[in-house]
């Protein structure tokens, strides 16, 4: 999840995961060597209901931004991941089965953080109180908190003072998260066997994952309207407590998701797949392009890429190459995030985007007001709408990023087609390319050879 108010007041706690990442220690939860083999895990991820309003998409979309902004500071498994658009957020959901019995849990898919953690039982000013809203660890035989001196413990902020600083060896492990927002999950740093079916077909069993078992949640990031539903976060991010970097080893160090199409009724599935594409997948994916995936320092959980030049229609616009830059301070950059659904340019490079699209766009604008956006148009009685292209050379071999039309233009209104990019006028921001950019792309992130994968093809419905 990103934001976009200044510096994330989760910097202490980015910074104190940061000076994991060099940790030997770091936490693996397969206990195992390396594995070669071409099995993958493969989630649905569920969407829900996008564009309820422009102003409900608009004022989540902020939110979320300035929620990122504060918070800089082998085989596959395929999971089908579903869309939290309904509640307003753009996010994407994913079922995982955690403990012995399975219990099965919905949580937020999110490359913008690091921590998993899941709503427990024990949650003592939790507002869901229905049978499958928390995680019941008392009724799982696998559960078990991590003790104070153990080193995944030192991966985790802690409350302060901390209790482990006069505690006994054997004392649980206890975390305090805090978001952007000043939104807080707090609880013991546990461990637990997760469930995951890979592609053959065959459940296998993970014991050791790491993950927060929250017996208090605060604010709207953790239990606000953009999580209605969820019962924890799975967080995606390049830290080393994440979702993705705990099952990395067992998976080849790589993720990638497609989001399809959400406004085909019926809406087809997405997936977020762990592990190399491979098998079944490579057979129908062309040579995909590659950009770098660069690192900031002083945002460690996120996952930049570098922006070269905008066109518009072929046009090269006149954006200096520093609007895309990250300075020494950390500012600027840009971020791919599955969380946000608009895609949030730097105002320097957002106001030449917006007058080139301005320039040559032939249809009236709309005069419905309270959009929210700066260009719409009036599509009445057009049999084939005709809009300017936009396109993105990245960093790397000239690699193009050219999606379609229905990327970056969304009906906000009965037959009124919109721009769905905003502006980031902080100085200290970075811009975000959305998921609602990104649909219709295959996209891997390769975590060994700090690269993104991405290609048109490969999103066919399974």
Not at 22 to 33: A, F
Request: net charge positive; proline share 8%.
């Amino acid at each position: 999840m990103v934001s976009f108010i200044s510096l994330p007041l989760l910097l202490s706690a980015t910074l104190f995961l940061f000076s994991a990442f060099t940790d030997p220690n770091i936490i693996n939860v397969c206990n195992s060597k390396t594995t070669h083999t071409q099995d993958y895990l493969k989630l649905p991820l569920l969407h829900r209901n996008p564009f309820a309003s422009p102003a409900e998409l608009l004022s989540s979309d902020a939110y979320r931004l300035s929620v990122l902004h504060r918070r800089r500071r082998h085989p596959v498994v395929k999971s089908p991941v579903v869309s939290g658009a309904s509640t307003g957020s753009g996010q994407y959901f994913v079922d995982l089965q955690v403990g012995t019995p399975p219990q099965k849990l919905l949580l937020v898919a999110d490359t913008g953080s690091d921590l998993v953690w899941l709503r427990c039982s024990a949650c003592k000013n939790c507002t869901h109180r229905l049978p499958g809203s928390a995680f019941l660890a008392r009724h799982s035989a696998t559960f078990s908190p991590h003790h104070c001196f153990h080193s995944a413990c030192r991966l985790v902020p802690h409350p302060k003072p901390n209790p482990c600083n006069r505690t006994l060896l054997h004392s649980p492990c206890r975390y305090d998260y805090s978001y952007a927002d000043g939104s807080t999950t707090s609880g013991f740093f546990s461990k637990e066997t997760t469930t995951l079916r890979t592609s053959s077909g065959k459940e296998t069993k993970v014991p050791g994952l790491s993950f927060g078992c929250a017996f208090r949640v605060s604010g709207p990031e953790a239990s606000g309207g953009s999580f209605d539903g969820a019962q924890g976060v799975m967080g995606l991010g390049r830290g080393p407590i994440s979702f993705s970097t705990q099952l990395g080893r067992r998976f080849g160090n790589k993720f990638s998701y497609c989001l399809m199409d959400y406004t085909i009724a019926p809406a087809p599935t997405s997936y977020l797949m762990f592990g190399g594409l491979q098998n079944d997948v490579i057979l129908k994916i062309p040579k995909m392009s590659f950009t770098p995936l660069l690192f900031n320092p002083l945002s460690p959980t996120f996952y930049y890429i570098g922006i070269k030049t905008v066109f518009v229609d072929g046009l090269k616009l006149p954006i200096s190459p520093s609007v895309w830059s990250i300075d020494e301070l950390g500012n600027g950059g840009t971020v791919i995030d599955s969380g946000t659904t608009l895609t949030f340019l730097a105002e320097p490079a957002y106001r030449l985007v917006l007058a080139a699209f301005k320039r040559r766009v032939k249809r009236p604008s709309s005069a419905q007001p309270n959009l929210g956006f700066d260009l719409c148009v009036n599509v009445s009685g057009v049999s084939r709408l005709r809009l300017p292209k936009l396109s993105f050379q990245l960093a790397g071999n000239s690699v193009e990023f050219s999606p379609p039309q229905s990327n970056y233009f969304i009906e906000a209104a009965e037959s009124v087609h919109c721009l769905a990019i905003q502006p980031v006028e902080l100085d200290s921001g970075f811009s975000v390319l959305g998921n609602l950019m990104q649909q219709g792309f295959l996209f891997e992130f390769d975590k060994d050879r700090s690269r993104l994968g991405f290609t048109r093809h490969g999103c066919a419905r399974p």
